[in-house]
């Protein structure tokens, strides 16, 4: 178990802003495009699909499986790396957390976690189910 590890701030943007301001009270929320319909991560002002401009935000379900993962044992603290595929759809890298790393596999259903930084907001990792 890993608990000790500073989390660096996440930078935060124009477009980005709502994701920021959603996690500081625990909230995970995702763009959704509002004219094709598509989820996509990471926030972007326009769509990737459709090139749409008006990006609503959604809640997420805040579940999602582990697509690949990599444990970095070498750092002072070791962390597990992930791509995790959010339920609706869209992949984001992330961590995995509060858990026992030899135990991850690909393929693993996890949650979202809300994880605090150094004086930012707090960040979505995830844990295993
Ligand atoms: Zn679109």
Redesign the pocket.
């Known amino acids: 178990m890993a608990g000790t590890r500073t989390i660096p701030s996440p930078i935060v943007s124009v477009e980005n802003a709502a994701f920021w301001n959603a996690a500081k009270q625990g909230r995970f929320i995702i763009p959704t ?1 509002g ?4 989820v996509h991560w990471y926030p972007r002002a326009i ?1 990737p ?4 401009e008006k990006i609503e935000w959604r809640p997420a379900s805040g579940q999602g499986t582990i697509y690949t993962y990599s444990v970095m044992r070498r750092a002072k603290e070791p962390y597990a790396i992930a791509y995790v595929t959010l339920a609706e759809g869209p992949t984001m890298m992330t961590n995995i957390v509060d858990c026992d790393f030899d135990a991850l596999r690909i393929g693993q259903p996890v949650t979202v976690v809300f994880k605090d930084t150094e004086n930012g907001p707090p960040v979505p990792m995830f844990k295993p189910l």
């Open positions: 495009c004219a094709c319909g598509k769509c699909f459709c090139a749409g």
